[in-house]
Antibody, heavy 115, light 107 residues
Framework: EVQLVETGGGLVQPGKSLKLTCATS????????MHWVRQSPEKRLEWIAR??????????DYVESVKGRFTISRDDSKSSVYLQMNSLKEEDTATYYC??????WGQGVMVTVSS | DIQMTQSPSSMSASLGDRVTITCQAS??????LIWFQQKPGKSPRPMIY???NLANGVPSRFSGSRSGSDYSLTISSLESEDMADYHC?????????FGAGTKLELK
């Protein structure tokens, strides 16, 4: 059974940093392309980042709104993917989901950016 | 970026009704589209992938279709458990983009 479990969310002040972790199991992580998607309090979904596998040089892509502030990475030995979020803004407040294959989603983790 | 224009934003329907939700793509996305269902407090659940393929465990009253740049999700006979938000996602080109969502309520 495919499982994705996100952790690391919470309340953070604007300008600060937070790192999300997605621990996975049930599939061959090392060859998987992994994604992060977020959902605003208004329920709007936004794809934010993708990381390819080793054979594709761990290439990354980001949505413009997070470029230069967020970094997606992975550790194949731990079957985990990460999202390092720096210079957080109030508009980054959302539930963040880790996704495999477009069809498998984690339960989500809430991030609130507020002073 | 590819824009996905989803309509309607909300709708109310009666049990047994045939319901159709549409996403229009601003550029060619082939059939690279997924429809999701989301209930309160839950993660989005894929219902249709590659525009027309039913995901595992999804009831056969759900179907997906395409006409040019218009992609539709149809529920042939609405049941109470179908009340939810529905989202479309294009995965043809980065950044992947979602429609704005449709809230389906019981009339």
């Amino acid at each position: 059974e495919v499982q994705l479990v996100e952790t690391g969310g919470g309340l953070v002040q604007p300008g600060k940093s937070l790192k999300l972790t997605c621990a996975t199991s049930g599939f061959t992580f090392s060859t998987a392309w992994m994604h992060w998607v977020r959902q605003s309090p208004e329920k709007r979904l936004e794809w934010i980042a993708r990381i390819k596998d080793k054979s594709n040089n761990y290439a990354t892509d980001y949505v413009e709104s997070v470029k230069g502030r967020f970094t997606i990475s992975r550790d194949d030995s731990k079957s985990s993917v990460y999202l390092q979020m720096n210079s957080l803004k109030e508009e980054d407040t959302a539930t963040y989901y880790c996704i495999y294959g477009g069809l498998y989603w984690g339960q989500g983790v809430m991030v609130t950016v507020s002073s | 970026d590819i824009q996905m224009t989803q309509s309607p934003s909300s709708m109310s329907a009666s049990l047994g009704d045939r319901v159709t939700i549409t996403c229009q793509a601003s550029q060619d996305i082939g059939n690279n589209l997924i429809w999701f269902q989301q209930k309160p407090g839950k993660s989005p659940r894929p219902m249709i992938y590659y525009a027309t393929n039913l995901a595992n465990g999804v009831p056969s009253r759900f179907s997906g279709s395409r006409s040019g740049s218009d992609y539709s999700l149809t529920i042939s006979s609405l049941e109470s458990e179908d009340m939810a938000d529905y989202h479309c996602l294009q995965y043809k080109q980065y950044p992947y983009t979602f429609g704005a969502g449709t809230k389906l309520e019981l009339k």
